[in-house]
């Protein structure tokens, strides 16, 4: 079975500090790793997402994440936190190979930008 | 441009009442999926199809039911039996077995009354 921990239900970080918002999961297999945002009533948006090959992973608006396999963790970063980064993040989890429906969700994590 | 539309943005039911939400795709995607949020739970799986006229149960699918007659619409009934549909609904798509990304629609609120 797979899960996702995503600690910290709420972040707040000040208007250009470093984001880093945190993920880790459990799999069986080798896993595909998503992050994705969600503004207020609105649908997920990807951010980034980790399949095979480089660990570091580069996504939209400045995020990056690195997978770490001897930590089980995806965590997400920014530099330099901008007043539009916030918004709810989710980590979301999947396996190499498996059918289309499957990704597990964490529970999310609210980011607050403060000036 | 492509994407998912999911209708109407607000829904309230009364007790006792079926409800459906609508999803539409034109992304030519084989596969879709709807998913319940409920605040600090994240999104769980209720029901997904692969292809037209076959449909999965997710990990919540009790008290609601689906259709799969088009390949670009997968409504959502909420049924009378699903006793607390209170919650943001989102469908999502991808192109098929083991591709992504998948897509998100704007969700349905829906609130009982």
């Known amino acids: 079975a797979q899960s996702v921990t995503q600690l910290g239900s709420h972040v707040s970080v000040s208007e250009g500090a470093l984001v880093l918002l945190r993920c880790n999961y459990s799999?069986?297999?080798?896993?595909?790793l998503f992050w994705y945002v969600q503004y207020p009533n609105q649908g997920l948006q990807l951010l980034l997402k980790?399949?095979?090959?480089?660990?570091l992973v580069k996504g939209i608006n400045g995020f990056e994440a690195e997978f770490k396999k001897s930590e089980t963790s995806f965590h997400l970063t920014k530099p330099s936190a901008h007043m539009s980064d916030a918004a709810e993040y989710f980590c979301a989890v999947s396996f190499y190979g498996g059918s289309a429906r499957q990704l597990t969700f964490g529970s999310g994590t609210q980011l607050t930008v403060l000036p | 441009d492509g994407g998912i539309t999911q209708s109407p943005k607000y829904l309230f039911r009364k007790e006792g009442q079926n409800v459906t939400l609508s999803c539409e795709q034109n992304?030519?995607?084989?596969?879709m999926y709807w998913y319940r949020q409920d605040p600090g739970q994240g999104l769980r799986l209720i029901y997904y199809?692969?292809?037209?006229?076959?449909?999965q149960k997710g990990d919540i699918a009790e008290g609601y039911s689906v259709s799969r007659e088009k390949k670009e619409s997968f409504p959502l009934t909420v049924t009378s039996a699903q006793k607390n549909p209170t919650a943001f609904y989102l469908c999502?798509?991808?192109?098929?077995?083991?591709?992504?990304?998948?897509?998100f629609g704007d969700g349905t609120r829906l609130s009982i009354l």
């Open positions: 999502a798509s991808t192109r098929g077995e083991g591709s992504w990304p998948q897509h």
């Open positions: 992304l030519n995607h084989d596969a």
């Open positions: 980790y399949t095979t090959g480089a660990t």
């Open positions: 799999s069986s297999v080798p896993p595909y």
């Open positions: 199809s692969q292809i037209v006229n076959d449909f």
